[in-house]
């Protein structure tokens, strides 16, 4: 996945030189070059309180609080195209990592416009039962009725579905869900699947099954990916099979500008014929789906259209219309879309 320039450097470092301080100082390098902090995560919509950054907490929403767990900060999938491999590979130091389940419960009580915590990661369901339950368990007391919504981002779904059927606290996992259910709010799992195979393993199917069936309520979401999902015919499967068992096709994400995205990444006129070919292969009952959508620094966007400009394909995302529509002709990557004046960023 590395440009050919780089993999040669590389490979002569580690075949014929074998230093290990010149590989490591040379890999060094190349992560610096992979843009390992897109979009200003790190830094932005980092809420405060007392006029201190709340470590693990992201605010970007009005209605939806991001949550970090400390502890779910690794993941059971390692993929190649993952936006958080900074963490992985240690160079930041899991900066998103929330100590104390009461700051996240403390901070949601002075903010009744909240009405989603989406707890994320890495993989919040790397952690036991046990410890999940510890974050989730406070959000449903009486002061935060105003939390509707609790949601879990997770690729267990599909790379681990023995998390859900057969490890040892997996009905535990499942009883958790029905507690969230049964205090009235919604327990929204946001299952990570890639491609129509992840669902066709028995156990995977089981998982969904399992989860369903507690009451909660999961979607399917996940990028396209070069090499991987360029086929419509997968994305209309999975969709159709997840419709199937009871889940609901979510996004569609455009990849994000970090890592070797060079070798994941497509154009975004084609990975709106890719999204529209699927659409059109799919009944009304997976058409919950929406996508291509790109974060960006002015939040989530989707590409609603390709237009061709000077003779050349562009694919305007729904902010930046207005710009193409009074003549802008800038080629669009994820960081050079201008800041929406009065966006929350
Ligand atoms: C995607 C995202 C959400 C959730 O957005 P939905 O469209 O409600 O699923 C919330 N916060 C941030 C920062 C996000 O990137
Ligand atoms: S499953 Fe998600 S968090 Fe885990 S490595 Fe893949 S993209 Fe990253």
């Known amino acids: 996945m590395l440009p050919p320039d780089e993999y040669a450097r590389l490979r002569d470092l580690v075949l014929v030189r074998r230093d290990p301080a010149a590989i490591a100082d040379y890999v060094r390098g190349i992560r610096m070059r992979m843009n390992p902090h897109p979009a200003g995560q790190m830094t932005h919509n980092v809420p405060r309180v007392n006029d201190a950054p709340l470590r693990g907490l992201q605010h970007k929403y009005d ?29 930041d130091d899991l900066k998103f990592d929330a100590r104390e389940s009461h700051e996240l419960a403390a901070y949601l009580k002075l903010h009744p416009e909240v009405t989603d915590v989406l707890i994320t990661g890495g993989d919040p369901l790397i952690m036991n039962t046990r410890s999940l339950a510890a974050y989730i368990e406070p959000l449903l007391v009486p ?26 606290d997996a009905d535990d996992l499942l009883r958790l869900f029905e507690r969230v259910v049964g205090a009235g709010k919604n327990m929204a799992i946001m299952g990570h699947y890639n491609h129509a195979v992840e669902l066709r393993p028995d156990i995977a199917q089981q998982a969904v099954k399992r989860i369903v069936g507690t009451g909660a309520t999961l979607r399917m979401q996940g990028p396209l990916i070069r090499h991987i999902n360029e086929d419509p015919k997968s994305w209309a499967e999975l969709w159709q099979t997840g419709v199937r068992l009871g889940a609901i096709p979510y996004y569609m994400f455009v990849e994000r500008d970090t890592g070797p995205h060079a070798y994941f990444q497509l154009p975004l006129a084609r990975a709106h014929e890719i999204f529209q070919a699927a659409y059109q292969m799919v009944s009304g009952l997976s058409r919950t789906v929406r996508g291509p959508s790109m974060s960006a620094f002015p939040g989530k966007v989707v590409i609603d259209g390709v237009a061709t400009i000077n003779g050349e394909k562009s694919s305007p995302c729904s902010f930046c219309r207005p710009v193409i529509r009074t003549g802008c002709a800038s080629r669009f990557t994820p960081n050079s879309i201008p800041t929406r004046p009065g966006s929350t960023t």
């Not at 209605?63 to 963490?87: D, E, I, K, M, N």
């Not at 002061?143 to 040892?168: C, M």
């Open 63 to 91: 209605q939806t609080v991001l949550f970090f767990p400390s502890a779910g900060q690794t993941c059971h999938a390692y993929c190649t195209f993952c936006f958080r491999w900074p963490q992985f590979v240690g160079m």
């Open 143 to 168: 002061e935060l009725a105003h939390i509707q919504n609790i949601r879990i981002g997770t690729k267990s779904v599909a790379y681990w579905p023995q998390r859900f059927v057969s490890d040892r």
